[in-house]
């Protein structure tokens, strides 16, 4: 037997056990006779003595140990003398009596503490040994719990997990494919799925009537923080549901995971916002609503007074930051900086405090007089002790994005955005095209297959761009974590959707033929959601990046650094494929 107990588990009651540990060391102190080694597994930390007086060529033994070594110990359980209350296991240790060395290490090229000393880059190329660290295994075992939970939640609400491929072909809606060449097929592709949109639908034709897959998707985009080529979701799909059905099914779950896994009980109905309103009051289709801070727009306020670059602007919006009037030059000369960067790409920013009098100095005094002012404020809604921070534009959406940015800095600077706080929401009602200047057409906003408001359907025909779509996103500070739709179950509506988007007929037919011949078999109305699972952890976990929480990530060039990959392949294996590479030069 290896053990007989973990690291993790033994208290003063076992005080006079005779036990058998294995694990990592962690740390060997010597101090006088004595040699103390803390011994790590995945359960904790227990403090083991070697004792000169009692065996001195084993204390010989422990002196050289090395730190990650993999050690089996058997001892006795004492009471400390001095207790560790900062320890699960402080009230004990183990006086050892064997010691036998399973496996040497090498000196590990970081240090495997709470607050690691390596690097990045570092971390990733031994990922195995980052994850022997106590908070990111902690972020892993938060994972299991929440997809142990996630399959409870469903499973009580009827859903099969299903699984669906993997290689699947590739569709041009969405973002770039990764592509797998087949060999059996020369000259053909698979693609990895970006989601398993059409299959889920598919299996609502078979009456399969509630679906889930915890299941990876692929997306060849660039990366940013919340963002990796593979991903998981938590994919669901329900037959016979209206968008009320699905948001009430999925607000459950959501309600589910923060009761079982954060302890927090969420009252009330999570309020659903128009996406109209989403983008007015916070120019953010996914708006942190821990704060208010809303956006009020100024164009009756601040137009003709004579100041040019308000006079000529196509939006102008304020926030009142509450309190913050006390901020010095300084601070506001770093928040136009801030608006400026090229992220952002804002012109300038103005402010305006409301002094303790009740007078308003702004930065464009020489156009605006105390009267002026004094409307602002009351526009504002602003008191004595607040700043007015003021943006415009040329272009509405744009500048509003602009100010959501400004708005999202100012609530972190205020301390507004507290990550043990949570505030949720539905967005609903999003546009169902977006035009894009890339492609010179319009694009589905969620995707082709979500079926557009009833009563908007007209529009169809005379205003596609005007068409609102019965999707839904979940939000959560600030934080889009699951996005689904009520969907097109009429072959003939599908078709014209794909007209709208600029496919011809056989274009349609030849990418989602299969889809169009299906929903001539009786296909039921449907509806569903994706849940971003690595996102659900982060926000869980208050990570500030998604690769976190994920065991084997890859950075931002979308590289495995540890497995050193995507890599070059064999030219038997490109000549198998029958493929021949034309690389451009760099
Ligand atoms: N398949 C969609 C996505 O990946 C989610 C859904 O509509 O269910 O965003």
């Known amino acids: 037997m290896y053990r007989t107990h973990t690291c993790g588990e033994l208290r003063k009651n076992d005080v006079g056990a005779s036990v058998t540990l294995a694990g990592w060391v962690q740390r060997v102190r010597k101090m006088g006779g004595m040699t103390f080694v803390d011994l790590r597994d ?28 993999v050690i089996q110990i058997t001892g006795k359980v004492e009471e400390r003398q001095s207790k560790n209350p900062h320890m ?26 709470d607050n690691s000393d390596g690097g990045d880059d570092l971390r990733m190329k031994y990922r195995y040994l980052d994850l022997r660290r106590t908070p990111v295994r902690q972020n892993i075992e938060l994972r299991h719990r929440m997809t ?15 699984e669906t491929p993997m290689l699947v072909g590739s569709t041009p809606e969405g973002a770039r494919d990764f592509v797998v060449p087949s060999r059996m097929n020369p000259g053909q592709f698979y693609a990895l799925p970006q989601s398993p949109q059409t299959l889920k639908q598919l299996l609502m034709v078979s009456g399969m009537d509630r679906y889930f897959q915890i299941v990876k998707c692929f997306r060849d985009e660039d990366l940013r923080a919340d963002r990796q080529p593979e991903f998981t979701q938590i994919d669901c799909e329900m037959s016979f549901v209206t968008q009320d059905d699905v948001t009430d099914t999925f607000e459950g779950m959501a309600k589910h995971l923060f009761r079982e896994i954060r302890g927090v009980e969420l009252e ?61 030059r300084k601070q506001l000369d770093a928040l136009t900086e801030f608006v400026k960067r090229p992220q952002i790409g804002a012109k300038g920013l103005v402010y305006a405090r409301v002094e303790e009098d009740g007078n308003v100095k702004s930065s464009v005094d020489k156009f605006y007089d105390q009267a002026a002012l004094q409307k602002l404020k009351e526009a504002m809604n602003a008191e004595p002790g607040d700043l007015i921070l003021i943006m415009s534009g040329d272009d509405v ?20 955005r507290d990550k043990n706080k949570f505030s949720c929401l539905w967005v609903v009602d999003f546009p169902m095209f977006e035009w894009s200047e890339e492609e010179g057409r319009l694009m589905a906003m969620h995707h082709p297959f979500t079926h557009p408001k009833d009563e908007d359907i007209p529009l169809l025909d005379t205003d596609p761009a005007a068409v609102r779509a019965d999707a839904y996103d979940m939000v959560i500070n600030g934080v889009e974590v699951g996005g689904g739709s009520i969907r097109i179950h009429d072959a003939d509506l599908q078709q014209k959707m794909f007209e709208i988007l600029g496919f011809t007929p056989e274009k349609a037919k030849e990418q989602f033929g299969f889809l169009m011949n299906a929903f001539k078999y009786g296909a039921p109305p449907h ?11 982060s926000l869980f976990a208050g990570l500030d990046s998604i690769r976190d929480c994920i065991a084997f990530p890859k950075n931002n060039s979308g590289r495995d650094v540890m497995l050193d990959a995507p890599a070059p392949i064999d030219d038997h294996q490109l000549d198998e494929l029958q493929i021949k590479l034309d690389l451009k030069e760099k």
């Open 88 to 113: 699960d296991t402080g009230d004990i240790e183990i006086i050892a009596d064997s010691l036998k060395v399973l496996n040497p290490s090498e000196v590990p090229p970081f240090t495997i503490e």
């Open 397 to 416: 959406m744009k500048t509003r994005k602009q100010l959501s940015e400004l708005r999202l800095e100012m609530g972190r600077q205020l301390g507004l």
């Open 42 to 69: 995945r359960y904790g930390i227990t403090q083991i003595v070697f004792n000169n007086e009692s065996d001195a060529t084993l204390n010989e033994v422990a002196n050289h140990l090395g730190r990650e070594y």
């Open 527 to 537: 509806g569903g959601l994706a849940y971003g699972l690595d996102r659900w952890v």
């Open 148 to 162: 142990m939970e996630v399959r409870r939640y469903l499973d009580s609400k009827g859903f099969l997990e299903i």
């Open 268 to 328: 009330g109905d999570f309020p659903k916002m128009s996406w109209a309103d989403a983008m007015k009051y916070y120019g953010s289709d996914k708006p942190d609503t821990r704060f208010d801070m809303k956006f009020v727009e100024l164009m009756d306020v601040m137009k003709g007074h004579g100041f040019g670059v308000f006079d000529n602007a196509a939006y102008i919006g304020g926030i009142n930051a509450k309190g913050a009037a006390t901020y010095t």
